[in-house]
C-alpha cells in the first residue's frame, strides 16, 4: 500500500506564500508519477501541477503557471508544491496524488493524500 501524508496548509493573505509539503510511504516513491489538486467548496477536483517519476518532466494548469512550483527529493520520499503570489480564488483543499503514471486528471490518480487546507484573505 501506499499512504501519503500532506503538511503545509494554513492561512495567508494575499500575495503570501505557502510551501506544501507531501511525504509518501509503504512503496518507493520514485516509481510513481506525482500530482497537486485542489478542491473549493462545491467544485469538482481542479488540476494544478504535476511532475514525472525523474523530476524531469513537469506540468501546470495556467491559472498557476509562474506562481506555483512542483518539485520532488526521491531520496526523502516526498513532493512539495511551491505556492507564491497567492490569490483569495486559490483558497482551497489541497490534496497529494500518486500513480505509476503521469495525469492531469484526478481520475488518473490512485493514491490521494488527505487533503490540507489553504486559505487566503484579501
Known amino acids: 500500500q501506499v499512504q501519503l501524508v500532506e503538511s503545509g496548509g494554513g492561512l495567508v493573505q494575499a500575495g503570501g506564500s505557502l510551501r506544501l509539503s507531501c511525504a509518501a510511504s509503504?512503496?518507493?516513491?520514485?516509481?510513481?508519477?506525482m500530482g497537486w489538486f485542489r478542491q473549493a467548496p462545491g467544485k469538482e477536483h481542479e488540476f494544478v501541477a504535476a511532475i514525472s517519476w525523474s523530476g524531469g518532466s513537469t506540468y501546470y494548469a495556467d491559472s498557476v503557471k509562474g506562481r506555483f512550483t512542483i518539485s520532488r527529493d526521491n531520496a526523502k520520499g516526498a513532493v512539495y508544491l511551491q505556492m507564491n503570489s497567492l490569490k483569495p480564488e486559490d483558497s482551497a483543499v489541497y490534496y497529494c496524488?500518486?500513480?505509476?503514471?503521469?495525469?492531469?486528471?484526478?481520475?488518473?490518480?490512485?493514491?490521494w493524500g488527505q487533503g490540507t487546507q489553504v486559505t487566503v484573505s484579501s
Open positions: 509503504g512503496r518507493r516513491i520514485s516509481t510513481y508519477a
Open positions: 496524488a500518486g500513480d505509476s503514471r503521469l495525469g492531469t486528471t484526478a481520475e488518473a490518480y490512485e493514491y
